[in-house]
T-cell receptor, first 114, second 115 residues
Framework: QKEVEQDPGPLSVPEGAIVSLNCTYS??????FMWYRQYSRKGPELLMY????GNKEDGRFTAQVDKSSKYISLFIRDSQPSDSATYLC??????????????FGSGTRLQVQP | EAGVTQSPTHLIKTRGQQATLRCSPI?????VYWYQQALGLGLQFLLW???????NRGNFPPRFSGRQFPNYSSELNVNALELEDSALYLC??????????????FGPGTRLTVL
């Protein structure tokens, strides 16, 4: 079983819809949770990161973490065709060396139809 | 502020050859990470360098190797190339200490094609 599970999609929505992207994880050692956006043939771009359970908002994007359920979400309001990309969740845990390792989900491909 | 840069953008090799990929981190970042992203697959962690030392290694054979230079730039070498090595190779960097949040910033990648 993978430490981080993410539905690969594709997820297709009409422009203006609210999009919900999700990841589940099995390792309770994960402490920081991030979302990256990757356009086709480009490197991933960090969107936002959170630490504690709860919500964090940045413009049209809201990241939600539920540590008790080991479940994180990214909501996109008023989705635009320019939001069409692959969204990867990532989680950070402290290693024995005192440094943090990042584990990525496999990514969900989102298509916003005009 | 300049982002992570990678070279070359594209690389075409034949089976059995060696490939060398290069990465320059964001100024002030000391950690460099290498990932492989095969078509349709997620990011597969390859290597992590920090302060010139290899800190962690993913589940890849020894023919994948690398190093980090004193200026924190890094090189990924892939020996005895196989067809399945064809992928986008992404480099990321993070600021010190690598133990805080470890947000990683990615470069545009090198697309390696093995014929």
């Amino acid at each position: 079983q993978k430490e981080v599970e993410q539905d690969p999609g594709p997820l297709s929505v009409p422009e203006g819809a609210i999009v919900s992207l999700n990841c589940t994880y099995s390792n309770s050692a994960f402490q920081y949770f991030m979302w990256y956006r990757q356009y086709s043939r480009k490197g991933p771009e960090l969107l936002m990161y959170t630490y504690s359970s709860g919500n964090k908002e940045d413009g049209r994007f809201t990241a939600q973490v539920d540590k008790s359920s080991k479940y994180i979400s990214l909501f996109i309001r008023d989705s635009q065709p320019s939001d069409s990309a692959t969204y990867l969740c990532a989680m950070s845990k402290l290693m024995d060396t005192g440094r943090r390792a990042l584990t990525f989900g496999s990514g969900t491909r989102l298509q916003v139809q005009p | 502020e300049a982002g992570v840069t990678q070279s070359p953008t594209h690389l075409i090799k034949t089976r059995g050859q060696q490939a060398t990929l290069r990465c320059s981190p964001i100024s002030g970042h000391t950690s460099v990470y290498w990932y492989q992203q095969a078509l349709g697959l997620g990011l597969q962690f390859l290597l992590w360098y920090d302060e010139g030392e290899e800190r962690n290694r993913g589940n890849f054979p020894p023919r994948f190797s690398g190093r980090q230079f004193p200026n924190y730039s890094s090189e990924l070498n892939v020996n005895a190339l196989e067809l399945e090595d064809s992928a986008l190779y992404l480099c990321a960097s993070s600021p010190p200490p690598a133990g805080a949040v470890n947000t990683q910033y990615f470069g545009p990648g090198t697309r390696l094609t093995v014929l």
